[in-house]
């Protein structure tokens, strides 16, 4: 294991941000973690970096978690368990899933980040989320080294939430997951966002995974840009959960607002929409700026300070709630 020092942390996160870790260090393997953890408790995991916005430089010991690996744990006549370490792309994963016919995570297709983080986030997208097949996931107590299993309940999720950002945040660090995934009969959903139009377009008349799948990353590629291509984090705020009495306030002064009924007594509203009728759309402040196809995304066109995109989610923010009166959160961790 090699320590580095004043490490440039700019090709770690899909920001593209440059800021610069105190000292830095890569994990391969779980005896690799637990020695760098018994040596060092003041720590920052990172991961694929996809889900944070670096605002200042880690003066910490930065620790990259890249477990690599999957495998079949178990298999019934109807379901699979597959293990992901934590350090797998996740699209990549999904993919890999895919090609074996297992389904229930195609609607998650091309969602950047690494395996070991999809259960912290409960990332979601196109009515499927991950607490839907997530089965168990293994971490590491940072305190003790010691390993624990984490069942789906335990976990606690909620919309974009585990127990890992609330009780037990900072105190575990995922090394796998395993999810549950049908071998047959699988429950297609394309019913959410444009799945099914895009079907159509694809002639596509009895749709598969991996039909579903490749309708997804066209829906994904046409509004969300490449990381690779121009910084981002993907959706960078959350859709807002309201009670059914203040959507059906807003609605009298804003009738075209959708929204999707998430139970008697609450909706969700649409962030991008919110985000887009304020007039933000494609903006460019400098070199921070909100992609011109989709307007939850912030992006970096080269040279944005992580503090100028954050101050741009600020304002993106308060013009929202004073002109609809709704409270928009961040999903992307700030840093």
């Known amino acids: 294991m090699n320590y580095q020092h004043n490490f440039s942390l700019k090709s770690y996160n899909t920001f593209g941000i440059e800021a610069s870790a105190q000292s830095f260090i890569e994990v391969t393997n779980e005896q690799e973690l637990a020695k760098v953890l018994k040596e060092n408790q003041n720590i920052f995991v990172l991961g694929g970096g996809s889900n944070m916005l670096l605002t200042q430089n880690i003066n910490q010991l930065v620790v990259h978690v890249n477990l690599k690996g999957i495998e079949i744990v178990q298999e019934d006549a109807d379901f699979v368990w597959v293990k992901g370490n934590a350090g797998e792309n996740w699209h990549e994963f999904v993919q890999w899933c895919i090609t074996k016919d297992f389904g229930g995570?195609?609607?998650?297709?091309?969602?950047?980040?690494?395996?070991?983080?999809?259960?912290?986030?409960?990332?979601?997208?196109?009515?499927?989320?991950?607490?839907?097949?997530?089965?168990?996931?293994?971490?590491?107590?940072?305190?003790?080294?010691?390993?624990?299993?984490?069942?789906?309940?335990?976990?606690?999720?909620?919309?974009?939430?585990?127990?890992?950002?609330?009780?037990?945040?900072?105190?575990?660090?995922?090394?796998?997951?395993?999810?549950?995934?049908?071998?047959?009969?699988?429950?297609?959903?394309?019913?959410?966002?444009?799945?099914?139009?895009?079907?159509?377009?694809?002639?596509?008349?009895?749709?598969?995974?991996?039909?579903?799948?490749?309708?997804?990353?066209?829906?994904?590629?046409?509004?969300?840009?490449?990381?690779?291509?121009?910084?981002?984090?993907?959706?960078?705020?959350?859709?807002?959960?309201?009670?059914?009495?203040?959507y059906d306030k807003a609605v009298e002064r804003f009738p075209e607002m959708p929204h999707y009924k998430v139970s008697d007594n609450e909706v969700k509203v649409p962030a991008g929409w919110l985000i887009e009728q304020a007039g933000f759309k494609g903006k460019r402040f400098g070199d921070a700026g909100i992609h011109k196809n989709q307007a939850l995304v912030l992006v970096n066109y080269g040279g944005a300070t992580g503090k100028e995109i954050y101050d741009l989610s600020k304002l993106i923010q308060k013009t929202v709630l004073e002109q609809f009166g709704v409270a928009i959160e961040a999903e992307v961790n700030i840093i």
Do not use: W
Request: with cysteine.
């Open 105 to 246: 995570i195609e609607n998650l297709s091309l969602i950047p980040g690494n395996v070991g983080t999809t259960p912290i986030q409960n990332i979601g997208a196109y009515g499927v989320e991950i607490k839907d097949t997530m089965f168990s996931c293994e971490a590491m107590e940072i305190a003790t080294q010691k390993m624990r299993i984490f069942t789906n309940a335990e976990c606690e999720f909620a919309y974009r939430e585990s127990i890992f950002k609330n009780e037990l945040k900072g105190q575990f660090i995922i090394t796998s997951v395993i999810y549950k995934l049908t071998k047959k009969n699988h429950n297609l959903n394309t019913s959410y966002g444009a799945i099914d139009a895009e079907l159509v377009k694809m002639n596509v008349e009895k749709p598969t995974i991996k039909t579903i799948s490749e309708a997804v990353i066209a829906i994904r590629s046409s509004k969300l840009p490449n990381p690779k291509d121009l910084g981002n984090s993907g959706s960078f705020f959350k859709n807002p959960i309201i009670s059914k009495a203040q």
